[in-house]
């Protein structure tokens, strides 16, 4: 009998630790849940006729919103100011949404930060912005 208590009592101090482990969330984890592709999937959607690529990725504890531009003539003419515009115009709407405190509430992480970054279509890095 002492042997079954002691073996239900491992069992169930194990079920809470797995279910420890398992159930805080963490930015990563998150990113690659269903939930957030599909997000992510309709926010690449209206941005596909441009011909722009978004992927977001986790940077520690940073939210990081990734715009690659194609490789064409008017993208390639694309500076720091364009790039400015772009991603800052972005950062604006999601301060104005209270995007930091939503995501909280509803991933139930808190986020150091948003970043957004410009990338043109050779990989180099042509504007990079973020709100805390």
């Not at 990563?28 to 959607?45: H, M, N, R, V």
């Not at 520690?60 to 515009?85: C, K, R």
């Amino acid at each position: 009998m002492k042997k079954r208590i002691f073996a239900l009592v491992t069992a169930v101090v194990m079920m809470f630790a797995l279910a420890a482990c398992g159930g805080k969330a963490t930015l990563e984890s998150i990113l690659s849940s269903d939930e957030w592709q599909a997000e992510k999937k309709t926010w690449s959607d209206t941005l596909s006729s441009t011909g722009i690529s978004l992927d977001t990725v986790a940077d520690g504890n940073t939210l990081v919103f990734e715009y690659h531009l194609p490789d064409d003539e008017a993208f390639n003419a694309f500076g720091e100011s364009e790039g400015a515009s772009m991603a800052d115009a972005f950062l604006g709407a999601l301060e104005t949404g209270d995007f930091l405190n939503v995501f909280k509430q509803g991933y139930g992480v808190s986020l150091d930060a948003v970043r957004c970054t410009v990338f043109k279509a050779d990989g180099t890095e042509i504007y990079r912005s973020e709100i805390k």
